[in-house]
Each structure stands twice: as C-alpha cells, then as structure tokens.
C-alpha cells in the first residue's frame, strides 16, 4: 500500500523513529515502523510512543548506534536514544517451533527470542490491527494478515486460532476490552467467543503486570468504557476478585463512588490534568474495604483500628491477583484512613487534617461517598468550610445535622463572694 493510498506523513509525527529506521536500512537490514502507533496514525490519532521492528538482531541494532541499551529476557529488545527520544527496537520474530528457546506452561509463552522474516512477524503479532508496517522512507504499508481493512471496518480479529492465542498470553483477553473501548473496534465473533471462559487464564499473570494493565484500562482517558467493556466480556471478577459480585457471569457490582471516579478521571485526563492509581484503587477497593472495617467495628473493634485493619486485609489481598506498588497502596490507605480522621470535629484538633499532604484527595474522596450517602452532606460541608477559613466548629456541625439549638443557660453564674 502507497503513501498516497493511506495518506500518511509520518515525518510530521516522529522524525527521530524516522531516522532510526533509516540507519538499520542504510546498515542493510529491513527495518519499519509497527504496531500500535501505525493503528493510531491510521486513525487519526497522534501516538505516544512509536516501535521499531528489524531484521537485525538486538546485538546488530546495537552496533549501529552507540546509544543503546539491551533489555529483556522474555522478549529481548533494544532501546535507542534518538533525538531525545527513546525508540524501541524488536527483531522479527519466528515461528514458536523454530527453536529451543521457546517455553510453555500450560500453553503460556515464557520466553520468546526465536527471530524469523518480516511476514513470521506479522503472524506472531495478537490482532490484525497491530500487525501493520509502514516504512518512512518509502511510505509504503505492508500488510500480510488483513488489518488494514479490519481497522477500516473497526473489527478487532486475533491472528491465529483465538484460544490458542489467548492462552500463549491471557493478557491478550484484557487487551480486546482495552481496545474496544479506546478505539471503537468491536471483537468479531471468533475472537469474542472465548474470553468470558478464558478469563481464569488471567490468575497466571504476574500481579506486577496486571498492575500495568488496569492502569491502561483506567487512567488513559476511557475508564468508563474500559469498565463496561470488561464486564460485557465477564473479567472483572478475575481482576478484582475481592469485590462483590454482580448479576451476570464475571461482573462486579458498580457502585456510584466507582462510577463516578472513573468519570471524573475521563473528565481530567481531557483536560490534561494529574491522574493517581491511588485515587482510582481508592475507589475500586472501597465497597469490600468499607464492608470489612465495618465488620470489624461490630466486632468491638475502633472505628480507627478497623480501618487500619481492613485497608492492610484488602490490599494484601487484591496483591494476589493485582498488585499494587507500596508508593500507591500507601497513599490509597491514607485516603481511607482519613475518612475516619474527618469525623473527628471537636475542638481545634480537626484543623491538623488541613495541612496533611493527602487532605484533597481524602477531601474529594469524601465528596464521592457523599453523592452515595447523603447522611455525609453535614460533615462535607464542614470540611467545604474549614478551607475557606471559616471558624466551624463541632456545635454547629451538630445543629446543621439535627437542626435543634442548644438551649440557653437561663442562669448566670454568682460573683465570689469576698
């Protein structure tokens, strides 16, 4: 396919993965831009990142540029350092025959780094979509497996029997809802028929990659369609285990505090602004961390000591399936924790709260679970108050909850007598 087919100009977009391209052919090695970010140019959409596929291997593309680093053992790659720019450098891969380097467990791909041509590489790749190669230099595409036209017609289709594929990486089945709601493609029917049986595939994934991967689903600008993605396919409860259980196979219960997190951070990732996975496992966790601190508390315990408790409990647990880095869960604990800490109004301890380093997240946590309790109005109007300066105390916290006066003391005291 001609530039002038696809319309393509890659040079506006990315000069300096261009250029790397350009010294690998000049070397004498096939070399093209793939993947993702050809998808994206195709659609109109500037990528983030672009990759570079080669027929050099990774110790090849390192003699050709001196700033380059060899990463990987799974999948062996290199990173060159272009303009200031970090390009990624894959050599084709082969077939999974091909050699012994090749691992299996229960049909997982352990280790890949068997090279083969251009064309085994199309068909090693998981959807069509993300098999395309476009060479800057002449401005052709290259296509062997039909993506071009799936992508014209917004279809997501694996490469390969479906179940054979999702099982060489579950991943894969996170990526088809991932896509579904970043792009607008739609599964064809062999490509969706399989997840909602596969999702138990998604235990065997190390929990440090599933982390990354919950953070593509929801901290990318389409959380919520990520979310209704993944409960029509039935993987939520393998992602979060923890959580109740919804009507239907494979969902969860979503409640408003959920809802509306995802929302607002569609909304914010919009306009450009600062993003947490603390705030967003804030939410996912609060419904079985709520309900295990109150089980606590009437147990006998604190309503402070359950919390502590029942946010260490949930956390160790979600970290079975999907873990979540201590710099992230300390702040998530934090935010719940002072959902217990705002309740304490009385005399002039509260005002401490304002100048803890986590107090807005906790604050507009707290906003949240309002707009799923109404009973918490009284004490979001507190805290609303007490930043903008206002002295507002316990007392009249208290008469805007029960709207009752205290009644006046109707007798002065007596002067000491001499």
């Known amino acids: 396919m001609t530039q002038a087919e696809h319309g393509i100009r890659l040079k506006d977009f990315c000069p300096n993965a261009s250029d790397v391209v350009r010294e690998l052919q000049d070397a004498g090695y096939e070399a093209f831009i793939v993947g993702g970010s050809v998808r994206d140019l195709l659609l109109g959409k500037i990528p983030k990142d672009f990759d570079v596929a080669t027929s050099a291997t990774p110790e090849e593309v390192q003699a050709v540029f001196p700033r380059c680093r060899l990463i990987g053992r799974r999948f062996r790659l290199a990173h060159v350092r272009k303009g200031g720019a970090l390009i990624e450098v894959a050599t084709f891969r082969g077939s999974a025959a091909a050699g012994g380097d090749h691992e299996k467990s229960n049909g997982r791909i352990l280790r890949d780094n068997v090279f ?3 064309e085994e590489d199309a068909i090693r790749r998981d959807f069509t979509i993300n098999a395309l190669f476009l060479d800057p230099v002449s401005g ?11 992508l014209a017609q917004r279809r997501l289709r694996l490469i390969g029997d479906p179940e054979v594929r999702y099982r060489e990486d ?27 049986t596969m999702a138990p595939l998604l235990k065997d994934v190390p929990p440090a990659r599933l982390f990354e991967e919950v953070c593509k689903l929801f901290l990318t600008g389409h959380g919520v369609r990520s979310m209704e993605a993944l ?3 039935g993987l939520s409860t393998s992602l979060f285990p923890g959580l109740k259980k919804g009507s239907g196979r494979g969902k969860i219960q979503l409640g408003v505090v959920l809802r509306k997190t995802l929302e607002n951070t569609d909304e914010r990732i919009r306009k450009s602004l600062p993003v947490t996975p603390a705030f967003l496992w804030a939410a996912l966790l609060w419904q079985p961390v709520s309900d295990r601190s109150r089980a606590l508390v009437e ?7 359950a919390m502590m408790s029942a946010s260490e409990e949930v956390i160790f647990r979600q970290g079975q399936s999907t873990s979540i880095p201590r710099r992230f869960s300390a702040v998530t604990r934090q935010i719940w924790i002072m959902q217990i800490r705002f309740q304490r109004t009385r005399g002039k301890r509260w005002k401490r709260l304002l100048h803890e380093q986590r ?11 309002a707009m799923e309790d109404p009973s918490l109005e009284p004490l979001c109007e507190f805290w609303t108050k007490a930043q903008e300066g206002m002295d ?27």
């Open 299 to 305: 147990a006998g315990e604190s309503e402070y000591n």
């Open 231 to 233: 409960q029509r396919f």
């Open 170 to 196: 579950p991943v894969r089945l996170l990526r088809a809802a991932r896509f579904e709601a970043k792009l607008g493609v739609m599964p064809d029917e062999s490509t969706e028929a399989p997840i909602r």
């Open 359 to 369: 107090f807005r997240a906790a604050y507009d946590f707290l906003l949240l679970r």
């Open 140 to 150: 052709e595409i290259r296509d062997y497996v039909g993506g071009y036209e799936d």
């Open 116 to 118: 083969g041509t251009v």
């Open 392 to 418: 507002f105390s316990r007392n009249s916290l208290k008469a805007r909850t029960d709207r009752k006066s205290r009644p006046r003391n109707r007798y002065r005291r007596r002067a000491p007598t001499s």
